[in-house]
Structure formats: structure tokens, C-alpha cells
């Protein structure tokens, strides 16, 4: 009887070690899969990075301009206001 334990038990536990192992090497494969995929969408942020950069500096350049712009037409404004007799 103790001899059937003992085999029971190390079926047992050779099964829990399959199945563990069956796991592991699932495991495994996806992490290498979603590992590819992040490096695709690391490659893809970086070409959009590169493909962007010019934008900054026009921004601030437009941004500038339009505050002149902004600023010039407080005065039109009230020019065209007393033009208009209002």
C-alpha cells in the first residue's frame, strides 16, 4: 500500500511539473511575441518622432505671430469702430 502512495505521489507531482513546464513555455512564447510587437510600435513612435521634429519650432514661430497679429487688431478694431460712427 505505502509503495502505491509513493508512486501516486510522484505521478503526481511529475504531472504538476508538466503541466508547470506546459505553462512556462506558453508563457514564454507570448512574452517573445508581444516583445515583437513592442519593438514594432517603438520603431513607429520614433519614425513619427523624427517625421514631427521640424513642428516645434514652426509652432513657436506661429504662435509668436499670431500674438502680433492679436495685437495689431485691438487698435484696428477701434479704428474701424469710430469710422463707423458707433
Known sequence: MTTLLVVLTVLEI??????LAFYLIAL????????TYLGKISFG??????????????????NSLLEEIGEALG????????????
Open 28 to 35: 514564454t512564447r507570448r512574452l517573445r511575441n508581444i516583445s
Open 14 to 19: 511529475a504531472i504538476v511539473v508538466g503541466v
Open 45 to 62: 513612435v520614433r519614425a513619427v518622432e523624427s517625421q514631427t521634429g521640424a513642428v516645434g519650432p514652426a509652432v513657436l514661430r506661429i
Open 75 to 86: 487698435p484696428i478694431a477701434e479704428k474701424a469702430r469710430r469710422a463707423s460712427g458707433r
